[in-house]
């Protein structure tokens, strides 16, 4: 180890690499939801670890060699990582891949190949840093590797603090500087000459140097802001920052820009000047040029929206994602008394309240408006007030959702308990009002039908197919959930209020086939036939050629309608334009899977089969046992982190505060339980140490299990610190003891059969790389909670495979 006085400075470069590594995974994930969309931040967990997977191997292989260079190879490593930062971004940028291509351009596959590549450059040399300083330095090995996880927890804690106050661009030059500096510390501490420290320290600029041209992030010609702003006279009027994205208000004063969906065709009325909202590149919705005058908001009224106004007479009124506020002005219109409007991203409601206030009208500033910044389940169970009509605004793009783009977006919002939630919440004769963008052949409605029944089914009340209604113009459809059973005369207003706009009725119990399909005339009632089915027909989940089985809190994947059975019929159409029933999110990652796995098996467990595998013969952890072991590590640890992390959001009430908050705590405890694993064993042995931490690895992950589902509506309620508070002190036990299993294991080959430790390094870093993307994929089908138990299932096989007789006293020092 290198001198005391030198020994805190090499810990801090561990720190610093380590956060800013794992920073630039979750801004990865932020760059790529901006350029291509979100569920690109699957891809990126993976090349992540493949990065740190390849380094693995890469250490293990030539440890000698690198050794003899330690000091030159650990700084230039850690050089390399802040140069590739910045720029392996840079290079994606100009590399053509669309993803929505993938299925008939074969160059899509190659381009997504390169991305996997590239990105995962920087993650390597970050690991190769961290990994030989705890390889190099065997006795120091728990205080680096302390400094090496809690630099991951912070790192996590600070990128959420920097996106509210920089562009993800200039994150990135900080987080290249971040890396340089780091590189100058190491070669302080390592005693390189003062001439190249210098030289190094002085290189902490070079990030901030690049032209303007560079850091432009260019986003994918197929999102909405791309296409608007092909629209003649177009400019961007607003960008704003915050922690959900990059918020861009867009003006168009010589074509203007009009939003209504789904308006009826006999609306008379134009609406008035708007403004576009876009989010990471995404449409979001429209500020609306509002002066007080009532009439011209009167083509809110040809909104299928506008359907709960019309059934009843609501006063008090509660909109989810109020966002630019045309709901808050529909509201208005109506003459509602009592608004509450909920937005949960602060940087849109700061924009119509301040920036935009004179051109809105100032109508969050409205008597009757009251408006809340929060999420909408966690407001619906804290706040007592009961309501009129709960509207829901369209809260997906309609090329977004139509392409399937949204398949892996969870959302807690159409769930079956959140259903339940809403319902609680409205008055006697009161209206839970959600609007869809239309798809064929129907998919939304019929799954948001699905979910309602199923809610008032579990809420024991009587006659559930009685308390709804649905109708459809052209473009959207509404559903109407009533608290009571719907009375003879709402369905006549229904009737009127269609017949007056041209819009179809498609449910209310009783309804006839001839009264649907009469305006917007489709080649048969697909919408009616399909909810009619599945009100009367037990087997029609399962006959169905799309999933729409009800969306639970477990399984919250609402925009998720692909079925591996109707695969082969959408091929067939692919030359007659059906590609649009694909799910190209659910496509893009299983894409990734099959890329990381292709390039993990040749980049990690190729090179450690082939240098690695000389094994002791007769050694009771042999070739068979080692792959087993770590592969069922690897899978068990990501799919707990995972599932655990999605649990959260919806306790914490905000996605990103969770992720960083459970990420953190996952990291920080794994890493104290890995940096105590070797005095459990002194005192146990190997197996009964790796007995007890399975132990505790499912009775708390099985208490955390219970406790989150049976105390949520209790616990949710709660402060927001106290419930970071409360997720740090019931994830941190189980994160302790998930973090013990790896490195016993790996001691106890370098004690038993040596030759060996590089295979287990790969087998691990290739189930690692793969595991992300699996979770997910079984969560989509079958929830979180059958991810948690198939993670405590592995555990219990890793457990089974791992030698049940063993010396109990380790080596003096862990294995490099």
């Given at each position: 180890m290198p001198?005391?006085r030198a020994?805190g400075t090499?810990?801090?470069t561990?720190?610093?690499?380590s956060a800013?590594a794992?920073?630039y995974?979750?801004?990865?994930?932020?760059?790529?939801?901006?350029?291509?969309?979100?569920?690109?931040?699957y891809m990126v967990?993976?090349?992540?670890?493949?990065?740190?997977?390849?380094?693995?191997?890469?250490?293990?292989?030539?440890?000698?060699?690198l050794f003899?260079?330690f000091?030159r190879v650990?700084?230039?490593?850690?050089?390399?990582f802040?140069?590739?930062?910045p720029?392996a971004?840079?290079?994606?940028?100009?590399i053509?891949f669309?993803?929505q291509?993938m299925?008939?351009?074969p160059q899509g596959?190659?381009?997504?190949?390169?991305?996997f590549?590239?990105?995962?450059?920087?993650?390597?040399f970050?690991?190769?840093?961290?990994?030989?300083?705890?390889s190099f330095y065997?006795?120091?090995i728990?205080?680096?590797?302390?400094?090496d996880m809690?630099?991951?927890?912070?790192?996590?804690?600070?990128?959420?603090?920097?996106?509210?106050?920089?562009?993800?661009?200039?994150?990135?030059?900080?987080?290249?500087?971040?890396?340089?500096?780091?590189?100058?510390?190491?070669?302080?501490?390592?005693?390189?000459?003062?001439?190249t420290?210098?030289?190094?320290?002085?290189?902490?600029l070079?990030p901030?140097?690049?032209?303007t041209d560079?850091k432009?992030?260019?986003i994918?010609?197929?999102?909405?802001l791309?296409?608007?702003l092909q629209i003649?006279?177009?400019r961007?009027?607003d960008?704003s920052i915050?922690?959900f994205?990059?918020v861009?208000v867009v003006?168009s004063?010589f074509?203007p820009?009009r939003?209504?969906?789904?308006?009826?065709?006999?609306?008379?009325i134009?609406?008035p000047?708007?403004?576009?909202i876009f989010?990471?590149g995404?449409?979001?919705g429209?500020?609306t040029?509002?002066d007080g005058?009532?009439?011209?908001l009167k083509?809110?009224?040809?909104?299928t929206s506008a359907?709960?106004?019309?059934?009843?007479n609501?006063?008090?009124?509660?909109?989810v994602g109020?966002?630019?506020?045309m709901?808050?002005?529909?509201a208005?219109?109506?003459?509602?008394?009592?608004?509450?409007?909920?937005?949960m991203?602060?940087?849109i409601?700061?924009?119509?309240?301040?920036r935009?206030?004179?051109?809105?009208?100032?109508?969050?500033?409205n008597?009757h408006?009251?408006?809340?910044?929060?999420?909408?389940?966690?407001f619906?169970?804290?706040n007592?007030r009961?309501?009129?009509?709960?509207?829901f605004?369209?809260?997906d793009?309609?090329g977004?959702a139509?392409?399937?783009?949204?398949?892996?977006?969870?959302?807690?919002?159409y769930?079956?308990?959140?259903?339940r939630?809403y319902l609680r919440r409205?008055?006697?004769?009161?209206y839970?009002?959600?609007?869809r963008?239309?798809k064929?052949?129907?998919r939304?409605?019929p799954?948001?039908v699905?979910t309602a029944?199923?809610?008032?089914s579990s809420m024991?009340?009587?006659?559930p197919?009685?308390?709804?209604?649905?109708?459809r113009?052209w473009?959207t459809a509404t559903?109407?959930?009533?608290?009571?059973i719907?009375?003879a005369?709402?369905?006549?207003?229904?009737?009127?209020f269609?017949?007056?706009?041209?819009f179809?009725p498609?449910?209310y119990?009783?309804m006839p086939p001839?009264?649907?399909?009469?305006y917007?005339?489709?080649?048969?009632?697909?919408?009616?036939?399909?909810?009619?089915?599945?009100?009367t027909?037990?087997?029609?989940?399962d006959?169905?050629?799309?999933d729409i089985?009800?969306?639970?809190?477990?399984?919250?994947y609402?925009n998720?309608?692909?079925?591996?059975?109707?695969?082969?019929?959408i091929?067939?159409?692919?030359?007659?334009?059906?590609?649009?029933?694909?799910?190209?999110?659910?496509?893009?990652?299983?894409?990734?899977l099959l890329?990381?796995s292709?390039?993990s098996?040749?980049l990690?467990?190729l090179?450690?089969?082939t240098h690695?595998?000389?094994?002791?013969?007769g050694r009771?952890?042999g070739?068979?046992?080692?792959?087993l072991?770590f592969f069922?590590?690897g899978?068990a640890?990501?799919?707990?982190?995972?599932?655990f992390?999605?649990?959260?959001?919806?306790?914490?009430?905000?996605?990103?505060?969770s992720?960083?908050?459970?990420?953190?705590a996952?990291?920080?405890?794994?890493?104290?339980?890995s940096?105590f694993?070797?005095?459990?064993i002194e005192?146990?042995?190997?197996a009964?140490?790796?007995t007890?931490?399975?132990?505790a690895?499912?009775?708390?992950?099985?208490?955390d299990?219970?406790?989150l589902?049976?105390?949520?509506?209790?616990l949710?309620?709660?402060?927001?610190?106290?419930?970071?508070l409360?997720?740090v002190?019931t994830v941190a036990?189980?994160?302790f003891?998930?973090?013990?299993?790896f490195?016993?294991?790996?001691?106890?080959?370098?004690?038993?059969?040596?030759?060996l430790?590089?295979?287990?390094w790969?087998?691990?870093?290739?189930?690692?790389?793969?595991?992300a993307?699996?979770?997910?994929?079984l969560?989509?089908?079958?929830?979180?909670?059958a991810v948690?138990?198939s993670a405590?299932l592995?555990?219990?096989?890793?457990?089974?495979?791992?030698?049940k007789?063993?010396?109990?006293?380790p080596?003096?020092a862990?294995?490099s």
């Amino acid at each position: 180890m290198p001198e005391t006085r030198a020994a805190g400075t090499l810990f801090l470069t561990i720190f610093i690499v380590s956060a800013s590594a794992l920073a630039y995974e979750i801004l990865l994930m932020r760059l790529f939801s901006i350029v291509q969309w979100h569920h690109f931040a699957y891809m990126v967990i993976s090349l992540a670890l493949l990065g740190y997977g390849i380094s693995g191997t890469f250490i293990t292989l030539f440890r000698d060699r690198l050794f003899a260079r330690f000091s030159r190879v650990y700084v230039v490593n850690i050089l390399l990582f802040a140069v590739t930062v910045p720029t392996a971004f840079l290079i994606a940028q100009r590399i053509p891949f669309n993803a929505q291509e993938m299925l008939w351009d074969p160059q899509g596959t190659l381009w997504l190949l390169i991305y996997f590549l590239l990105f995962s450059v920087p993650f390597f040399f970050a690991a190769n840093a961290v990994g030989l300083a705890l390889s190099f330095y065997r006795k120091e090995i728990s205080v680096l590797y302390a400094a090496d996880m809690a630099g991951a927890g912070a790192g996590t804690l600070l990128i959420l603090t920097l996106f509210y106050i920089f562009h993800p661009t200039t994150i990135l030059q900080l987080l290249s500087a971040a890396g340089f500096f780091a590189a100058a510390l190491a070669a302080y501490a390592l005693k390189i000459r003062p001439f190249t420290t210098l030289t190094i320290l002085f290189l902490t600029l070079l990030p901030f140097t690049l032209p303007t041209d560079m850091k432009e992030i260019r986003i994918s010609p197929y999102k909405s802001l791309s296409q608007t702003l092909q629209i003649m006279g177009t400019r961007i009027a607003d960008e704003s920052i915050g922690p959900f994205g990059i918020v861009t208000v867009v003006e168009s004063p010589f074509i203007p820009l009009r939003y209504a969906p789904g308006v009826s065709l006999r609306n008379e009325i134009e609406p008035p000047e708007q403004l576009g909202i876009f989010v990471n590149g995404e449409w979001s919705g429209v500020i609306t040029r509002y002066d007080g005058e009532r009439e011209r908001l009167k083509y809110l009224d040809y909104l299928t929206s506008a359907f709960a106004y019309h059934a009843g007479n609501p006063e008090k009124i509660l909109i989810v994602g109020a966002d630019g506020g045309m709901d808050v002005l529909q509201a208005l219109y109506f003459d509602a008394k009592r608004i509450d409007a909920v937005e949960m991203d602060a940087t849109i409601v700061s924009l119509v309240k301040e920036r935009f206030a004179d051109f809105a009208g100032h109508i969050y500033e409205n008597p009757h408006v009251a408006l809340h910044v929060d999420e909408a389940r966690g407001f619906v169970l804290k706040n007592e007030r009961r309501y009129d009509l709960i509207q829901f605004a369209l809260l997906d793009t309609y090329g977004g959702a139509s392409s399937g783009l949204y398949a892996l977006s969870e959302n807690y919002l159409y769930t079956v308990e959140a259903f339940r939630d809403y319902l609680r919440r409205l008055r006697p004769g009161g209206y839970l009002s959600v609007t869809r963008w239309i798809k064929l052949p129907p998919r939304d409605m019929p799954k948001l039908v699905a979910t309602a029944i199923e809610a008032l089914s579990s809420m024991h009340l009587a006659a559930p197919q009685k308390r709804l209604m649905v109708i459809r113009g052209w473009q959207t459809a509404t559903l109407l959930v009533k608290n009571g059973i719907v009375t003879a005369e709402e369905i006549r207003a229904m009737q009127r209020f269609c017949e007056s706009r041209s819009f179809d009725p498609v449910y209310y119990d009783g309804m006839p086939p001839s009264e649907a399909n009469r305006y917007n005339i489709l080649e048969r009632p697909f919408f009616h036939t399909a909810i009619q089915s599945l009100l009367t027909e037990p087997d029609f989940f399962d006959r169905y050629r799309f999933d729409i089985r009800p969306t639970t809190d477990d399984r919250p994947y609402f925009n998720h309608f692909f079925r591996w059975e109707t695969l082969p019929d959408i091929l067939s159409l692919r030359g007659a334009g059906g590609l649009y029933l694909m799910e190209w999110g659910y496509l893009i990652l299983v894409a990734t899977l099959l890329v990381a796995s292709v390039l993990s098996g040749l980049l990690i467990l190729l090179p450690a089969m082939t240098h690695g595998l000389a094994a002791k013969p007769g050694r009771p952890f042999g070739k068979s046992r080692t792959f087993l072991y770590f592969f069922a590590l690897g899978i068990a640890f990501m799919f707990l982190e995972i599932a655990f992390m999605q649990k959260y959001i919806l306790f914490i009430s905000h996605p990103v505060f969770s992720a960083a908050i459970v990420l953190s705590a996952f990291l920080f405890f794994a890493g104290l339980g890995s940096a105590f694993s070797h005095r459990f064993i002194e005192r146990a042995g190997y197996a009964k140490t790796l007995t007890y931490a399975f132990a505790a690895i499912l009775l708390l992950a099985l208490t955390d299990l219970v406790v989150l589902d049976l105390y949520y509506e209790k616990l949710v309620v709660l402060p927001f610190y106290a419930k970071a508070l409360l997720t740090v002190v019931t994830v941190a036990p189980l994160a302790f003891a998930m973090g013990i299993p790896f490195p016993l294991g790996l001691s106890y080959l370098a004690r038993e059969n040596a030759p060996l430790v590089p295979w287990a390094w790969g087998v691990n870093g290739f189930a690692s790389v793969i595991s992300a993307i699996v979770a997910t994929l079984l969560a989509i089908d079958y929830g979180f909670t059958a991810v948690i138990l198939s993670a405590l299932l592995v555990y219990g096989g890793a457990l089974w495979v791992f030698p049940k007789r063993s010396r109990p006293t380790p080596p003096s020092a862990p294995p490099s």
